[in-house]
């Protein structure tokens, strides 16, 4: 049946239409965008987890076995871990065992110091690429019977 | 004649359109780099390093801060003296202040304020 409203009605179908395609189509772009990001951000914020926590075992623990999990130094005389006192000869050790560098999702691409005034020291470092954060923290550096001001700095990145 | 479609169907696309603007609206995005968290630990370094040393000489607390931050401008409380530090940075709204209490040579407790301009 022919009415005068076909041709108004049709052309409002059409842009009412076009219109619901458009805005879906931004919609779900915008959805797929964020979800990207929300993902990158989120291995981001993990890596960087797994880096601050690294760094803290490094200054805070004594582990001989495993240095990159503890480089404190130990007191002998007072049976005691000293916090913030980092033991370079035993630093020096984490670049020795690769595999000791490697963690769960993530692994170490660099173990760095400096002593104030003085120029980086660089203990290991790998050339691979991937995303990557520095941490840097600042202890006594003991080494031997000498001690002096520094940072250390790991850098951290996530496996491809 | 009605026309009461036209109107309605322009009306829901005003609506739908209206929808997908707030849609898209920015969100405040939430800082996930532990930016903080790391800046606290670095700060607690600087205390539990100076507490151990006790130099509390104003050119040692300077130079310390200085090389652990050297963006950014702050406050050291420690002996009875405060020393700002790298004021050419300017004192931003966000603060930080972290202490650490220790037993000082006269067996009575002290403490040591940091404050950081971040």
Not at chain 1, 79 to 93: A, F
Not at chain 1, 137 to 158: H, M, P, Y
Request: aromatic share 10%; net charge positive; charged share 25%.
């Amino acid at each position: 049946m022919k009415t005068s409203k076909g041709i108004a009605f049709a052309a409002d179908f059409l842009t009412a239409t076009m219109l619901l395609f458009c805005c879906t189509l931004v919609i779900f772009a915008h959805i797929n965008n964020s979800v990207e990001k929300i993902s990158t951000d989120y291995k981001k914020m993990r890596l960087a987890e797994n880096g601050v926590f690294l760094m803290d075992s490094l200054v805070k623990n004594n582990d001989e076995n495993n240095p990159l999990m503890g480089s404190a130094y130990f007191n002998g005389r007072l049976k005691r871990v000293e916090q913030n006192v980092v033991d370079i000869g035993l630093l020096k050790k984490t670049g020795g065992k690769s595999e000791q560098q490697q963690f769960n999702g993530f692994f170490v691409k660099s173990i760095s110091f400096q002593p104030k005034g003085k120029d980086p020291q660089i203990i290991f470092e790998k050339m691979q690429h991937s995303t990557c954060i520095g941490i840097e923290r600042f202890a006594i550096l003991k080494d031997g019977f000498s001690q002096e001001k520094g940072k250390i700095t790991a850098v951290v990145c996530n496996e491809k | 004649m009605k026309n009461d479609g036209f109107y309605f169907s322009l009306d829901a696309a005003l609506s739908l359109a209206l929808i997908t603007i707030i849609f898209l609206a920015p969100t405040q995005q939430a800082d996930n780099s532990m930016k903080d968290l790391l800046l606290q630990q670095k700060m607690h370094d600087l205390l539990i390093v100076w507490a151990r040393q006790r130099d509390f000489s104003k050119q040692e607390l300077k130079s310390d801060f200085e090389f652990v931050f050297p963006n950014k401008s702050g406050a050291i409380t420690a002996n009875g003296q405060e020393i700002e530090v790298q004021t050419q940075f300017g004192q931003t709204r966000n603060k930080i202040t972290e202490t650490i209490n220790y037993v000082g040579d006269d067996l009575r407790f002290k403490q040591i304020r940091l404050t950081i301009f971040d």
